[in-house]
């Protein structure tokens, strides 16, 4: 079983930049992937950007070449770096660990509210 817990988020302006991390608890964090979802009331959850074990990323073609994702496992975190904020990119922001063993289990976090608003 593991938990997530994300932080960061907050209001901030356009072109500004926030950190979000993802923190896990339990052990074998470098065992998952993660994946940085969005989403909007009203709208499905996107996915933002993800990591591989190895470090592999990919992102949505909405935020490449401003937004970060990496993991730092020995403290069982994954982080999104966010440039350039636009208006758009408002809207809760979610982490995703999935197991790359057995039954590829999923887990969620709480989530962590950005507003990009002047």
């Known amino acids: 079983q593991v938990q997530l817990e994300e932080s960061g988020g907050g209001l901030v302006q356009p072109g500004g930049s926030l950190r979000l991390a993802c923190v896990a608890s339990?052990?074998?964090?470098?065992?998952?992937?993660i994946t940085w979802y969005r989403q909007v009331p009203g709208k499905q959850r996107e996915s933002v950007a993800s990591?591989?074990?190895?470090?592999?990323?990919n992102y949505a073609d909405s935020v490449k070449g401003r937004f970060t994702i990496s993991r730092d496992n020995a403290k069982n975190t994954s982080y999104l770096q966010m440039n350039s904020l636009k208006p758009e990119d408002t809207a809760v922001y979610y982490c995703?660990?999935?197991?790359?063993?057995?039954?590829?289990?999923?887990?969620w976090g709480q989530g962590t509210q950005v507003t990009v608003s002047s």
């Open positions: 990591i591989s074990r190895g470090g592999n990323t």
């Open positions: 339990g052990t074998l964090f470098s065992l998952y992937v």
């Open positions: 995703k660990a999935v197991a790359t063993w057995g039954t590829s289990s999923e887990y």
